[in-house]
């Protein structure tokens, strides 16, 4: 899509559907409280299709403020610098991680939060975009560059929220064999900050990990 100079803006689990709906039935465990055997469906073929090109965009059109369902939207978006190819990398990386948690990594509705979510699994936002912030997004930080956070949260729960993620790389490791850091690496890539230094499509798909997974 990228080099049709397309950007898609609303990747997520939702739109990327398997091609084919045949699959095996493999025996799993036995119930627990019973002896009925649990099976386990595998797809017949791994193929996937992208659906849903209702907000693409080209690249040289007009970008709206807002784009990307709120779980999967990239910083740059929120903090309204502007839009281009690196926000469907962020969505691919949240996706990613999604896949191997089984729960949506930034489960938020609200912006400051979703910012509090970022630096938590993340680090701190880089200074640099935070300056450059459109007014709207100047309210969630205090002396111009530090995150008013928990501060502002609206919520004890939000700030429970918050606390309870973990950093990227001991998210991953709980679900993932240590031995898969190519993985880490590549989602660290995915999950840049800055959009100028997120993978691209094309150097995500020459990572290692797809290269020699192990």
């Not at 699959?23 to 073929?45: Q, V």
């Not at 993978?199 to 290692?208: D, E, G, K, R, V």
Request: with cysteine; proline share 5%.
């Amino acid at each position: 899509m990228h080099d049709l100079r397309l950007i898609h803006t609303d990747l997520k689990p939702e739109n990327i559907l398997l091609v084919s709906s045949e699959y095996i039935k493999l025996p799993g465990s036995k119930r627990s409280s019973s002896d009925e055997m649990h099976f386990r469906c595998l797809p017949k073929s791994s193929s996937i299709k992208l659906i849903d090109f209702g907000s693409t965009a080209f690249d040289n059109q007009n970008h709206s403020s807002i784009v990307s369902t709120r779980h999967y939207r990239a910083p740059e978006v929120i903090l309204g610098l502007g839009w281009s190819y690196p926000c469907d990398l962020w969505s691919i990386g949240c996706i990613l991680v999604e896949l191997c948690s089984g729960e949506a990594l930034f489960q938020t509705h609200e912006n400051l939060e979703h910012l509090a979510m970022m630096e938590r699994v993340l680090g701190p936002l880089p200074e640099h975009m935070i300056l450059k912030a459109n007014r709207g997004a100047e309210k969630y930080f205090r002396r111009g560059s530090r995150l008013n956070w928990p501060e502002g949260a609206v919520s004890r729960e939000s700030i429970r929220a918050v606390k309870k993620l973990d950093r990227l790389k001991l998210m991953i490791s709980q679900n993932v064999d240590s031995s898969r850091s190519s993985l880490i690496d590549l989602l660290h890539g995915l999950l840049k900050y800055d959009p100028s230094e997120r993978l691209t499509a094309w150097q995500a798909l020459n990572h290692p990990f797809f290269k020699c997974p192990t």
